[in-house]
């Protein structure tokens, strides 16, 4: 449950920085949801392969790293893009207001 919460948060953070960048938020926070997913899982049968099934708490952790660090590679490559508002600026050098 807390980590529907904390991915609620997350997917929130992911959409005001893709707004920002003038994309659709909708289309990132999508991204992030399934990217969380898919790596919580594959750290669940990394972790499995590791530890076997007799210690869950450091299998679990195993898929909880691998999560969030799916979150940070989302942000990352969303961050690449450049700012909606930075070539307005520089379109309208010399103009007049």
């Given at each position: 449950?807390?980590?529907?919460?904390?991915?609620?948060?997350?997917?929130?953070?992911?959409?005001?920085?893709?707004?920002?960048?003038?994309?659709k938020?909708?289309?990132?926070?999508?991204?992030?949801?399934?990217?969380?997913?898919?790596?919580?899982?594959?750290?669940?049968?990394?972790?499995?392969?590791?530890?076997?099934?007799?210690?869950?708490?450091?299998?679990?952790?195993?898929?909880?790293?691998?999560?969030?660090?799916?979150?940070?590679?989302?942000?990352?490559?969303l961050?690449?893009?450049?700012?909606?508002?930075?070539?307005?600026?520089?379109?309208?050098?010399?103009?007049?207001?």
């Amino acid at each position: 449950m807390l980590e529907i919460i904390v991915l609620i948060f997350l997917t929130r953070d992911i959409g005001r920085l893709a707004t920002s960048k003038g994309l659709k938020p909708s289309t990132w926070k999508i991204y992030t949801i399934f990217a969380w997913v898919f790596s919580e899982l594959c750290g669940f049968f990394v972790g499995l392969m590791i530890f076997r099934e007799d210690n869950l708490f450091s299998i679990i952790l195993v898929g909880l790293t691998f999560a969030i660090t799916s979150f940070y590679i989302v942000k990352a490559k969303l961050k690449k893009f450049p700012d909606q508002g930075l070539d307005d600026d520089i379109n309208n050098i010399g103009q007049k207001y």
